[in-house]
């Protein structure tokens, strides 16, 4: 890309040269080219799991070829013949057959969508594939906004909400550039401690490893959690949260830390607050497990704590276990005392 000044910026969502969905600050500047049905063909053999880190992604093959549905400046039509080498191509719109400049048609729709949340409003571009269904529509949106604090969202076309159907783009009316309103809410923030008592004196050596593995009744989303404050001086090292009961998986957040006594979330609290970059989806009855490993000053620790705790919301936490939590953390005592989520 080429780097545009802010009056010329326009976020755009359109498929790279992956056919993985990209947002680009600038379509006037040197953005992927479009690929050849046969091109795409082969991407497709060999990238088929789908690539659920990019809200936009979508597995559907955009082919031009005999019988597909495409968009010209006349509205929605279906190809009769075309010849890859030619620059025309012959489409039937509303049952009359014209012949289009190449250029003139395409198989994708850009839609204008206003993301309004917390009473800040932002705007984007969406580029679908004509066959996009509104189903597709609504899970791709939901997906980006799961990435983000949103809770929930709605979906509005034409001032009613979107209907969760296989309608694709023609049978919606939805034409390029027409616009769609999503509304997000977000949750409601808590925190869970999960033990009674804290006291000083837990130790650190190079590679200590302290984990806890929990579960919960109901889905949720996970903020970050609280790591103890040193009693002084500095303490830094690594926190990080991933699915299962293990402190070594892959993890799904990894985060460098650094902080003192100076640092702690509320006055004599010992705890410091970390928070993610995003929040993550927590599913009810999964594992998942908070990782810190830390090198310095001695910390507080917490104990007297208990498998299962209840906390607001009509949450239920049941602690456990982590695999690899080698330097005495358990669900008596130890780090990782503090638990922030959202419902």
Known sequence: ???????????????????????????????????????????????????????????????????????????????????????????????????????????????????????????????????????????????????EEAISCQIFWKGKELPKTSENLEKLGITPFCKLLVLSSVGKSYSVNRFKNKYSGWGYGSGSVDGITFTVNKNMRLNGFGIYCPESGTISGTALFAEGDDCNAPELVRMEVSFSRDDED????????????????????????????????????????????PADGDVVFTFSHANGSENGTETDSGQVPTLYYSL
């Open 1 to 147: 890309m080429v780097e545009a000044s802010q009056d010329e910026r326009t976020l755009v969502w359109r498929s790279d040269e992956d056919n993985t969905w990209r947002l680009y600050a600038n379509t006037q500047r040197n953005l992927p080219p479009r690929l050849s049905p046969e091109e795409l063909e082969k991407i497709a053999e060999k990238k088929k799991e789908k690539d659920t880190a990019n809200p936009f992604y979508t597995a559907k093959e955009k082919k031009e070829v005999k019988g597909a549905l495409i968009h010209t400046p006349k509205g929605y039509g279906i190809i009769q013949s075309f010849k890859p080498d030619s620059s025309s191509i012959t489409v039937r719109v509303n049952g009359v057959v014209e012949e289009f400049s190449r250029d003139e048609v395409s198989n994708e729709v850009p839609v204008a969508i206003t993301f309004v949340n917390k009473g800040t409003k932002r705007e984007e571009v969406a580029i679908f594939p004509v066959q996009s269904t509104a189903k597709d529509i609504l899970q791709k949106i939901e997906e980006d906004q799961s990435q």
């Open 266 to 309: 509320e006055p004599e609290s010992r705890i410091y607050r970390l928070n993610f970059p995003r929040p993550q989806k927590i599913k009810a009855g999964e594992k998942y497990t908070c990782t810190v490993m830390l090198n310095g000053a001695s910390t507080n620790y917490g104990s007297n704590g208990t498998e299962t705790v």
